[in-house]
């Protein structure tokens, strides 16, 4: 069992937006700005999209946001492109034993 | 460019042992720490702990003590997973991939699968 909670999978139609939260508690998302997200095309590695909750990397499209709200992170795509279907993580800082965790993961199809 | 390249694939009978490397390139190898990340077949991430790349101390997380070690070679840039002892569930590709200053895994290795099976 992960210990950042994300729906197992979303979708929409190019052009929407979708969002996928991410959910912990006070000891990771809720406690701290190190929040980052993942993205997986199949038989890839994954690819950072968006670190310290809402900066995106240079190279990524603006397309791609990351928020947070208590204890619950999340990260919004604008003008859904079939090229964006692929899984999503989620990743956090924690006070716990093991100090990065990721979440279980999101398979975003866009229809 | 900055890269990380992993050894290739590996086939491995119940109770042998494996070494992945990962030869960075492109950066300063002892500036950022190098971390190590399995994904079960079908399954999401699980981050098996870190190196640091400066003093070669390592950080394991729970579930990655006793069987996994993690080492260095800052002469030729390449960080190193040995996993002894292995086991069918071992099976699993597994990614280096560098930490940023804000901890953010931001340079992934293309992952190398490994296969225990007898």
């Known amino acids: 069992q992960s210990a950042l909670t994300q729906p197992a999978s979303v979708s929409g139609s190019p052009g929407q937006s979708i969002t996928i939260s991410c959910t912990g508690t006070?000891?990771?998302?809720?406690?701290?700005?190190?929040v980052s997200w993942y993205q997986q095309h199949p038989g890839k590695a994954p690819k950072l999209m968006i670190y310290?909750?809402?900066n995106r990397p240079s190279g990524v499209s603006n397309r791609f946001s990351g928020s947070k709200s208590g204890n619950t992170a999340s990260l919004t795509i604008s003008g859904l492109q079939a090229e964006d279907e692929a899984d999503y993580y989620c990743?956090?800082?924690?006070?716990?034993?093991?100090?990065?965790?990721f979440g279980g993961g999101t398979k975003l199809t866009v229809l | 460019q900055v890269q990380l390249v992993q050894s290739g694939s590996e086939l491995k009978k119940p109770g042998a042992s494996v070494k992945v490397s990962c030869k960075a390139s492109g950066y300063t190898f002892t500036s950022y720490a190098m971390n190590w990340v399995r994904q079960a077949p079908g399954q999401g991430l699980e981050w098996m702990g870190w190196i640091n790349t400066n003093t070669g101390n390592p950080t394991y997380a729970q579930g990655f003590t006793g069987r996994f070690v993690f080492s260095l070679d800052t002469s030729v840039s390449t960080a190193y997973l040995q996993i002894s002892s292995l086991k069918a569930e071992d099976t699993a590709v597994y990614y280096c991939?560098?930490?940023?200053?804000?901890?953010?895994?931001?340079?992934w290795g293309q992952g190398t699968m490994v296969t225990v099976s007898s």
């Open positions: 991939a560098r930490s940023s200053s804000s901890g953010a895994f931001d340079i």
């Open positions: 990743s956090s800082y924690t006070s716990s034993s093991t100090p990065w965790v």
């Open positions: 006070s000891s990771d998302v809720g406690g701290y700005n190190y």
């Open positions: 310290e909750v809402s």
